[in-house]
């Protein structure tokens, strides 16, 4: 869903060939902010969580709707199609209208995440989409969008994807980038949006390389960047100093929706093969830190850096907290970090990471190997899943934090940036 989002709030300020088609920008500025596309797809999420995971297909219908019309009244000038908008606020028996418009597939993503089967994915989607988008180009556009994160998620390639895509959907996904700028025109039906969200997605070769791609494409950018955003967190996650950025755009009811999204999402939907790949071998890092903290002998810090360097080749993720404007943490009580620091909690927060500031006063960026290494302590309300080698990276290259701490609040170990940059060199020399 972060994908979704931030591909929305990047692509704001370049709608209606605002943006120059180039991929060539500062990803966040004064001038962005959320649009309908953000609104909609929180709206998803929470009614998809209200019915619940074996809800029928009336009951998704019912509380999407609910929840789609609740937010939009909230949020009145988000940019709504007119169509759109009297559904939301003049029709008193909200019905499906017959649209093939892209607004099924920009608030869809949430389906992508939420269920064991494509199957079972793709009649969520279709729910999501029909209660106004019920035109069979609205439907195919929700459920390729979810379909394509739902195939991402769980491991497949890209050419395993895009096979699937042409043979289920008929999208052409042939045609390149640059000829997809000269052919540009504004069009806000999922026939446009599609095929260009799914070349960004294929050309790309990272998150923000996805969302550059649809955003130099032009025309409804906020749009076909949410799309393509969420089919590229899928496939690569969201760096976590980009979620950090991002976040400050959005409200903090938007934030609490999120926050239960979230942990829904990792704790009841993965499949166990996707927990496994993600989370399940941090156990090794979890055992390597706690022989390293009884015994700091050189060959248990090597071990760790191994079995960082295995987890990182993975692709194996972690938890980072995030820290709401309204929290205040104090008294905190922490065990050792490392030889002779401890740590506490800062106690004046905003919406960003959380850090650890140690008693000199030094702040670190905390990794945490599962969910109960996180609960052993006081933490922010929202937990974010994000690549290792992301928190490490951020770690790194952070201005802020002096580095990496793991586990803080049990057996633990500090990388600081020295050992960070001899180690992410390191792992980028091993094919």
Same mark, same amino acid.
């Given at each position: 869903?972060?994908?979704?989002?931030?591909?929305?709030?990047?692509?704001?300020?370049?709608?209606?060939?605002?943006?120059?088609?180039?991929?060539?920008?500062?990803?966040?500025?004064?001038?962005?902010?959320?649009?309908?596309?953000?609104?909609?797809?929180?709206?998803? /999420?929470?009614?998809?969580?209200? +019915?619940?995971?074996? @809800? $029928?297909?009336? *009951? #998704? !219908?019912?509380? =999407?709707?609910?929840?789609?019309?609740?937010?939009?009244?909230?949020?009145?000038?988000?940019?709504?199609?007119?169509?759109?908008?009297?559904?939301?606020?003049?029709?008193?028996?909200?019905?499906?209208?017959?649209?093939?418009?892209?607004?099924?597939?920009?608030?869809?993503?949430?389906?992508?995440?939420?269920?064991?089967?494509?199957?079972?994915?793709?009649?969520?989607?279709?729910?999501?989409?029909?209660?106004?988008?019920?035109?069979?180009?609205?439907?195919?556009?929700?459920?390729?969008? /979810?379909?394509?994160?739902?195939? +991402?998620?769980?491991? @497949? $390639?890209?050419? *395993? #994807? !895009?096979?699937? =895509?042409?043979?289920?959907?008929?999208?052409?996904?042939?045609?390149?980038?640059?000829?997809?700028?000269?052919?540009?025109?504004?069009?806000?039906?999922?026939?446009?949006?599609?095929?260009?969200?799914?070349?960004?997605?294929?050309?790309?070769?990272?998150?923000?390389?996805?969302?550059?791609?649809?955003?130099?494409?032009?025309?409804?950018?906020?749009?076909?960047?949410?799309?393509?955003?969420?089919?590229?967190?899928?496939?690569?996650?969201?760096?976590?100093?980009?979620?950090?950025?991002?976040?400050?755009?959005?409200?903090?009811?938007?934030?609490?929706?999120?926050?239960?999204?979230?942990?829904?999402? =990792?704790?009841?939907?993965?499949?166990?093969?996707?927990?496994?790949?993600?989370?399940?071998?941090?156990?090794?890092?979890?055992?390597?830190?706690?022989?390293?903290?009884?015994?700091?002998?050189?060959?248990?810090?090597?071990?760790?850096?191994?079995?960082?360097?295995?987890?990182?080749?993975?692709?194996?993720?972690?938890?980072?907290?995030?820290?709401?404007?309204?929290?205040?943490?104090?008294?905190?009580?922490?065990?050792?970090?490392?030889?002779?620091?401890?740590?506490?909690?800062?106690?004046?927060?905003?919406?960003?990471?959380?850090?650890?500031?140690?008693?000199?006063?030094?702040?670190?960026?905390?990794?945490?190997?599962?969910?109960?290494?996180?609960?052993?302590?006081?933490?922010?309300?929202?937990?974010?899943?994000?690549?290792?080698?992301?928190?490490?990276?951020?770690?790194?290259?952070?201005?802020?934090?002096?580095?990496?701490?793991?586990?803080?609040?049990?057996?633990?170990?500090?990388?600081?940036?020295?050992?960070?940059?001899?180690?992410?060199?390191?792992?980028?020399?091993?094919?």
């Amino acid at each position: 869903m972060y994908g979704a989002i931030f591909g929305d709030i990047i692509g704001s300020r370049f709608e209606f060939d605002r943006g120059g088609k180039t991929k060539d920008f500062t990803l966040f500025t004064a001038d962005d902010d959320f649009t309908d596309d953000t609104v909609m797809t929180v709206a998803v /999420a929470e009614g998809l969580m209200k +019915a619940g995971k074996d @809800a $029928s297909v009336t *009951e #998704i !219908r019912r509380a =999407v709707t609910a929840a789609m019309r609740a937010w939009g009244q909230k949020y009145p000038n988000a940019g709504y199609g007119g169509n759109f908008y009297r559904w939301l606020f003049v029709w008193s028996d909200p019905r499906p209208y017959g649209s093939y418009g892209n607004g099924s597939a920009m608030r869809v993503s949430a389906a992508g995440w939420l269920y064991d089967t494509l199957e079972r994915t793709r009649e969520v989607a279709r729910a999501t989409a029909d209660v106004t988008h019920n035109h069979p180009e609205g439907i195919k556009g929700a459920e390729c969008t /979810a379909a394509v994160i739902f195939l +991402a998620r769980t491991g @497949a $390639s890209k050419d *395993e #994807i !895009r096979d699937y =895509v042409v043979r289920e959907f008929g999208y052409n996904v042939s045609t390149r980038l640059r000829e997809l700028r000269k052919q540009h025109r504004h069009d806000e039906s999922c026939q446009d949006a599609l095929p260009k969200a799914l070349v960004s997605f294929f050309a790309g070769k990272s998150y923000e390389d996805v969302v550059r791609n649809a955003v130099s494409l032009g025309g409804d950018t906020d749009t076909i960047a949410a799309i393509a955003g969420s089919m590229a967190e899928a496939y690569y996650g969201v760096p976590i100093g980009l979620i950090a950025e991002g976040l400050k755009y959005l409200p903090e009811d938007m934030m609490e929706v999120i926050g239960e999204y979230e942990k829904m999402r =990792v704790n009841d939907h993965a499949s166990k093969g996707e927990q496994e790949r993600r989370f399940g071998n941090n156990r090794f890092i979890k055992l390597a830190v706690a022989r390293l903290a009884e015994n700091p002998e050189q060959e248990n810090l090597f071990t760790v850096l191994g079995v960082l360097t295995k987890r990182v080749k993975e692709d194996g993720e972690a938890i980072a907290p995030m820290v709401d404007v309204n929290q205040v943490m104090r008294n905190i009580d922490l065990n050792q970090v490392c030889v002779g620091d401890s740590i506490t909690l800062d106690s004046e927060m905003r919406l960003i990471f959380e850090t650890l500031q140690d008693e000199q006063g030094r702040e670190w960026i905390p990794l945490f190997t599962d969910e109960n290494e996180l609960d052993a302590g006081e933490t922010a309300n929202v937990r974010i899943n994000v690549p290792i080698r992301s928190i490490l990276e951020n770690g790194l290259t952070s201005e802020r934090a002096e580095g990496v701490v793991i586990n803080p609040f049990g057996q633990s170990m500090v990388l600081d940036k020295q050992l960070l940059q001899m180690f992410l060199g390191h792992v980028d020399e091993i094919e």
